[in-house]
């Protein structure tokens, strides 16, 4: 379906036609005066050089052709050439209407037919998860949700961290621990156990252990790199250790995801990668990209056009040890492979740039994905505390997710018993659905490139531009619903009514903007747009409200098409706020 953008362009382009003028000045912007008009159009003002003509003229003249034209109902050209547009309210409620019928919103499947692959978990088997994944969860599934609803096929691949030194330090400490499990044994050949020798809650304690191990004990720390050298190629014992630890893992993480409403499509981890490294080396050998330095294998990956050094990337260590940036070709290689995507996304701390620009160029030269597939890196900031430093626990430790999400949900829950309006049992369910929103926009509705504060009391604020602030506002429609529908035993009409007044009128043109509005956030790769979005339309529904008395309104034809209006209101932020990744609770 056009947008309202262009519904306008289609009116303004046979006015400048039929005065002479090209038909591309007729483009439309939404007013940067309000008080003034709602949407301009400055098309005069490109033209005047093109016909040696005073900008101020070709504006009269169009404005004169569409003086009479039922989409607007004032059209003025003011100086120095611009064309000041008033929609009519018929032509906006007309629209609407539109929107509230079509089931998605008005947007169209621009990506229908294009595969994408979104990379947005990163977390690392064994080790709990932490403040510094919770940004590529929460902004990754937004993007997941946002290419979903915009047509696109999309890929949510986890890419675990599964195949580091970490593994071996996990195999060496069980290893000291319990040195007569069969895994240890060279000359075992049975069945290797079904059960694993350990749980979460023991991985988690034997990582941090192993690791502070490592530091101290240089002979164990040889040990855990021996462990993970031989894991690599593929120890029998080894290798069914290892399966328990993803095994193990991989639930608790699912589960902790869970509690984000995060998901994913594949959980591939960088292990299974492993397979694709020798053709993709062999390819890198074909173009003559690899050369040795220092020992090590690498590809050149500097341009003449950078302003800066790019290092070489380096693909095999002098021992013949692969890395990081040889794992994320070794993937490109298998999602070529397997889903021909249009465009991987990447969505991790922009700490990583660097990473991601040598893994980019080394796989535009060897021609790991095809040249039209986007590569993109979406590159986080880092969520600071109210000190501006990396946000940590009070005693200044890493602060696990699971633990913030605990402080959260207590927070809300201590607001919402305030009021006391609910059981206590109540008050801790909607706490969750609040929690998660307070922390999901308080995220979202931040550039994804910039650091931000985390602050709770700002973001389980029930005022101003917070999560619990659009689902306040939700449920508040959702409330009046609720009372219409049992007072008067109808249904929401589905037609809305030109707008009677201002508050009204602004509440629909906030409203007419929602297909560009989440159309645009998908291909800026910027959900914090439609929170924005999502924003305006929770201000110019509040302003209407306090407005209007629209249970006691007695003529009931008006009182139906508010109703409608509430409709579409609701249906515009409750989808909103999906694709941002959490929903509204009944009340609150
Ligand atoms: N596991 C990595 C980390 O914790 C993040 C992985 C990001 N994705 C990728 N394809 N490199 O830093």
């Known amino acids: 379906m056009k947008t ?62 569409i003086a009479g034209c039922p989409a607007f109902s004032k059209v003025d050209a003011v100086k120095p050439g611009f064309l000041n547009l008033t929609l009519s309210p018929e032509f906006v409620s007309g629209y609407l209407t539109q929107v509230a019928a079509d089931e998605r919103l008005g947007v169209d499947p621009i990506g229908a ?67 007569e499990l069969p895994y240890f044994q060279a000359d075992y050949s049975g069945e290797y156990p079904a059960e694993a020798p350990f749980t979460i809650s023991d991985l988690e304690e034997i990582y941090p252990t192993a690791s502070a191990r490592s530091k101290e004990d240089a002979e164990f720390a040889a040990a855990a790199h021996d462990a993970t ?49 020798p053709v993709m080396l062999e390819r890198l050998k074909e173009r003559n990209l690899l050369h040795e330095s220092q020992g090590a294998m690498v590809v050149d990956v500097q341009q003449d056009t950078d302003t800066k050094e790019i290092p070489p990337c380096i693909i095999q260590k002098s021992d013949g040890a692969s890395l990081y940036a040889t794992t994320d070709l070794a993937t490109l290689w298998q999602r070529e492979q397997d889903f021909h995507p249009d465009g991987v996304l990447y969505v991790v701390d922009k700490r990583q740039d660097m990473h991601f620009t040598q893994v980019f160029r080394v796989s ?42 605990a402080d959260i949900d207590q927070a809300v829950y201590e607001r919402i018993m305030e009021n006391r309006t609910v059981s206590a049992e109540e008050a801790q369910k909607i706490a969750q659905i609040v929690g998660l929103a307070a922390l999901k926009y308080g995220d979202l509705s931040n550039q994804a490139t910039k650091n931000y504060v985390f602050d709770v009391d700002r973001f389980i604020s029930f005022e101003g531009n917070t999560g619990p602030y659009l689902l306040y506002t939700i449920v508040r429609i959702k409330s009046i619903l609720r009372k219409y529908a049992e007072t008067t035993g109808q249904a929401p009409a589905s037609a809305l009514r030109p707008a009677g007044d201002d508050s009204e ?84």
Request: proline share 4%; hydrophobic share 40%; glycine share 8%.
């Open 4 to 65: 309202i953008l262009q519904m306008i362009e289609d009116e303004l382009r046979p006015a400048f036609a039929a005065c002479g003028y090209d038909e591309d000045l007729a483009k439309a912007v939404i007013s940067n005066r309000p008080d003034l008009c709602e949407y301009q159009c400055n098309g005069a003002m490109a033209g005047a050089k093109r016909y040696h003509k005073a900008p101020i003229m070709i504006a009269q003249e169009v404005a004169e052709k």
């Open 113 to 179: 037919g294009k595969t994408m692959v979104l990379d947005y978990g990163g977390p690392n088997v064994a080790k709990p998860l932490h403040v510094g994944h919770l940004r590529a969860a929460i902004i990754g599934e937004s993007l997941k949700r946002l290419y979903r609803y915009t047509g696109h096929t999309v890929l949510a691949d986890i890419h675990l961290g599964d195949w580091g030194l970490q593994m071996g330090l996990i195999i060496e400490e069980t290893h000291r621990r319990h040195p």
């Open 229 to 277: 050298v031989r894991l690599q190629q593929g120890d029998p014992g080894y290798t069914a250790l290892f399966a328990h630890i993803l095994r193990i893992s991989v639930a608790d993480l699912k589960k902790n995801y869970g509690k984000l409403n995060v998901s994913f499509d594949l959980w591939y981890g960088e292990s299974d990668a492993q397979k694709y490294i």
């Open 364 to 405: 535009r030269l060897a021609g790991i994905i095809r040249p039209e597939t986007s590569l993109t890196f979406l590159g986080f900031g880092t969520m600071n505390g109210r000190d501006g430093k990396p946000f940590k626990t009070r005693e200044g430790g890493v602060m696990r997710l699971e633990h913030l999400i």
């Open 505 to 588: 009128k602004d509440l629909q043109l906030v409203l007419a903007r929602v297909n560009e509005a989440i159309t645009g956030s998908c291909l800026d790769i910027a959900p914090h747009r439609l929170c924005q979005y999502l924003y305006e339309v929770a201000n110019a529904f509040n302003s209407f409200y306090h407005d209007h008395r629209i249970l006691a309104e007695e003529d009931a034809e008006r009182q139906q098409g508010w109703i409608a209006l509430l409709s579409l209101v609701q249906k515009v932020m409750e989808t909103g706020i999906d694709l941002l990744g959490f929903e509204a609770p009944e009340q609150m």
